[in-house]
């Protein structure tokens, strides 16, 4: 069973950091991209970043690029997001998925994306 569990997230004052982890189990970790994507209160979806299989081809939204950081470990089955500099704005609960391609190539996320880790940023 596939399964994705996020934590690390917290209460924190703007300019604080916090690493936030994305454990997952029940496929082979190692061959699938990672995507983190986050929901603040009252707002869509949005995606944050995302890193592929190897870990050498990484991607960022422009509101997080410079600040966030990307990382995954293959051998622990888990992708990380060190979130840095952090504005009130970013306030959201974090989500991470495994990326999948459809027959004609398209992107898509699976969807088992955990229970998710909230992130507050309040002075």
């Known amino acids: 069973q596939v399964r994705l569990v996020e934590s690390g997230g917290g209460l924190v004052q703007p300019g604080g950091s916090l690493r936030l982890s994305c454990a997952a189990s029940?496929?082979?970790?190692?061959?699938?991209?990672i995507t983190w994507v986050r929901q603040a209160p009252g707002k869509g979806l949005e995606w944050v970043s995302d890193?592929?299989?190897?870990?050498?081809?990484?991607y960022y939204a422009d509101s997080v690029k410079g600040r966030f950081i990307i990382s995954r470990d293959n051998a622990k089955n888990t992708v990380y997001l060190q979130v840095n500099s952090l504005k009130p704005e970013d306030t959201a609960v974090y989500y991470c998925a495994k990326e999948l391609r459809d027959a004609d190539g398209s992107w898509y996320l699976g969807d088992c994306w955990g229970q998710g880790t909230q992130v507050t940023v309040s002075s």
């Open positions: 890193i592929n299989s190897g870990g050498g081809n990484i």
């Open positions: 029940g496929f082979t970790f190692s061959s699938y991209g």
